[in-house]
């Protein structure tokens, strides 16, 4: 008697066929394409937030200087001098000026930078990304412009009331919003 041997072709189940076939190599590249999308998606949605957290924490960073040089005008009484800070460049108060801060500049520095506009007498941040900010002026350059701004309150004095430095703030140019 003579045995029968093992089929010529076996099925692809018994582990006898060889590679893809090109319905799962087609399977198998849109599968990789959809979970690429999603992951570069995720990453460009991420350097988003990563940049607007880096742009909030110079910006307080900012306003922190200003804050502080207030208090040393009001602490030494040179009061009157605290006009000065709506019209001078506000990253000037720091010891140490943020790593992307380009100086004062006419035009535009490159994206993801700070610099102070002398001729507007606006500290800007030029959007790396912004895919997600939405700008109230509208269509343009994606920039964030930003003013000093000094406030103020009425103070009692003997003679009767007099409008007094209460504080001081960075504040948008223009509205903004970063979803």
Same mark, same amino acid.
């Given at each position: 008697?003579? $045995?029968?041997?093992?089929?010529?072709?076996?099925?692809? +189940?018994?582990?006898?066929?060889?590679? !893809?076939?090109? !319905? &799962?190599?087609?399977?198998?590249?849109?599968?990789?394409?959809?979970?690429?999308? #999603? %992951?570069?998606?995720?990453?460009?949605?991420?350097?988003?937030?990563? &940049?607007?957290a880096a742009?909030?924490?110079?910006?307080?960073?900012?306003?922190? =200087?200003?804050?502080? $040089?207030?208090? &040393?005008?009001? #602490?030494?009484?040179?009061?009157?001098?605290?006009?000065?800070? &709506?019209?001078?460049?506000?990253v000037r +108060?720091?010891?140490?000026?943020?790593?992307?801060?380009?100086?004062?500049?006419?035009?535009?520095?490159?994206?993801?930078? +700070?610099? !102070?506009?002398?001729?507007?007498?606006?500290?800007?941040?030029? #959007?790396?990304?912004?895919?997600? %900010?939405?700008?109230?002026?509208?269509?343009?350059?994606?920039?964030?412009? !930003?003013?000093?701004?000094?406030?103020?309150?009425?103070?009692?004095v003997a003679? =009767?009331?007099?409008? =007094?430095?209460? =504080?001081?703030?960075?504040?948008?140019?223009?509205?903004? $919003? +970063?979803?």
């Amino acid at each position: 008697m003579t $045995r029968p041997g093992p089929p010529s072709n076996p099925p692809a +189940w018994q582990g006898g066929g060889k590679g !893809f076939s090109l !319905f &799962e190599l087609i399977v198998v590249i849109i599968v990789a394409s959809v979970l690429a999308t #999603v %992951l570069l998606n995720r990453l460009a949605y991420y350097q988003g937030l990563a &940049e607007k957290a880096a742009m909030e924490s110079t910006l307080r960073t900012i306003k922190t =200087g200003l804050q502080i $040089r207030l208090a &040393e005008l009001i #602490v030494t009484q040179k009061q009157a001098q605290a006009g000065q800070l &709506e019209i001078e460049d506000p990253v000037r +108060w720091l010891d140490d000026k943020p790593p992307n801060y380009r100086g004062a500049y006419r035009a535009p520095a490159e994206p993801g930078s +700070w610099y !102070f506009d002398a001729s507007e007498r606006q500290l800007v941040y030029l #959007v790396r990304t912004g895919d997600r %900010l939405i700008l109230g002026t509208g269509e343009g350059a994606k920039q964030l412009r !930003f003013r000093t701004k000094l406030l103020k309150s009425p103070v009692k004095v003997a003679g =009767g009331t007099v409008e =007094g430095v209460a =504080g001081v703030t960075l504040l948008p140019a223009s509205p903004y $919003r +970063w979803q």
